[in-house]
């Protein structure tokens, strides 16, 4: 996604008329979605909470793709050392051999991190979808304080 693509989608959600709560509800709820360790289901998660809990649909979904392929490495990576962390686990340095790799190496070596991933990106998504939630309320609340308002005679 390009961004002058999220540049347009913001202004989308700036222009908005839906509640200020309502939207940054929805923020934060796609936050949260998406930096989950559901990878691979966030969308269709986002837009199912947006229809159980009616939340705006376009601002659920741009809070999903807040992790997006330039994002993810960073936030896994950060995710899984917060739950590393939290689990108080001692991994070390993962140590492949490159000249006699495997995929059942592979899939052995880092199965010693799925926990943590998991635990560390259930706490960040948590904590991500708050954050985000009272973010986006105060540039909503601003916004509406800076639109004017319709008169009716």
């Not at 939340?55 to 659920?60: F, V, W």
């Not at 990576?77 to 686990?89: P, Y």
Request: hydrophobic fraction near 50%.
């Amino acid at each position: 996604m390009s961004i002058s693509k999220l540049k347009e989608m913001f202004k989308s959600l700036m222009g908005s008329n839906a509640s200020p709560k309502n939207m940054a509800a929805s923020f934060g709820v796609g936050t949260l979605i998406g930096m989950s360790p559901l990878f691979g289901i966030h969308t269709f998660l986002g837009l199912f909470a947006a229809l159980v809990f009616k939340l705006n649909k376009p601002a659920t979904i741009t809070g999903v793709y807040v992790t997006n392929p330039f994002t993810i490495v960073p936030i896994y990576t950060f995710s899984t050392w917060v739950g590393i962390k939290l689990m108080r686990m001692d991994l070390g340095i993962l140590k492949l051999d490159f000249k006699h790799i495997t995929f059942s190496n592979v899939i052995h070596e880092l199965g010693a991190f799925l926990l943590p991933f998991f635990v560390g990106s259930t706490v960040c998504a948590i904590i991500g979808g708050l954050l985000s939630y009272y973010i986006m309320l105060q540039v909503f609340l601003y916004r509406d304080k800076k639109r004017p308002r319709e008169t009716t005679v």
